[in-house]
């Protein structure tokens, strides 16, 4: 469930809020009624990164380096945008 609320009540609430964002709230900030932002708390929850995790899932084609096909290229060329 989210919060939201406009700029105009932001600062007079923030402590407030920010009690609610501790205790899971999303709080949605509005301009005018319109979102424009996001308050969430931070995490821990991040796992770190171990290098080589994901040794051999990826493959990348020996001719990855390789120049691309004429008629590949010509898609790319502006000229031909409509």
Known sequence: MSITVNVSELT????????QVLLGEEVV????GIP????VA???????RI?????????IAPDFDEPLP???LNDFDSSNLV
């Open 70 to 72: 004429e008629d590949i």
């Open 29 to 32: 900030i509005a301009q005018k």
């Open 51 to 59: 290098p080589g995790l994901d040794k051999g899932k990826v493959i």
């Open 12 to 19: 007079a609430k923030f402590s407030e809020l920010l009690s």
């Open 42 to 48: 931070l995490t821990d929850t991040a796992s770190p």
């Open 36 to 39: 424009v932002a996001r308050l």
